[in-house]
């Protein structure tokens, strides 16, 4: 029987952090809640046929892919500290070294 398509993303995201999909993942594990058992991560996947960030990553790459850099989306919520970053998970190492 093959994995459904969510697990299988599942599984290929905790192996890109060296951890392994939770079995019975979400409330109904007795391992953890995340999607992924990682000893310092909390991992959570969403697989979903589009998401609106990609689409403006996506136009966001283009222009970065024209200039020959990598493209990271930045995103700040008004009143809220911080931001979060939007990379794509083959480029992560490469910005994480431009961190200052």
């Given amino acids: 029987m093959t994995d459904k398509s969510w697990k299988r993303a599942e599984r290929d995201v905790a192996a ?3 951890g392994q999909r939770t079995p019975l993942s979400g ?5 953890t809640r995340a999607d992924a058992i990682h000893p310092r991560l909390f991992i ?5 046929k589009r998401h609106a960030v990609v ?3 996506d136009a966001v790459a283009e222009l970065a ?3 020959k850099r990598t493209p990271v989306v930045c995103l700040k919520e008004h009143g809220r ?11 992560l190492e490469e910005v994480s070294r431009e961190r200052t």
């Fill in 65 to 67: 892919r024209e200039e």
């Fill in 27 to 31: 409330g109904n594990s007795r391992h």
């Fill in 55 to 57: 689409a403006l990553w």
């Fill in 81 to 91: 500290p911080g931001f979060w970053l939007v990379v794509k998970a083959e480029h």
């Fill in 44 to 48: 959570e996947v969403k697989y979903r």
């Fill in 16 to 18: 890109f952090f060296g």
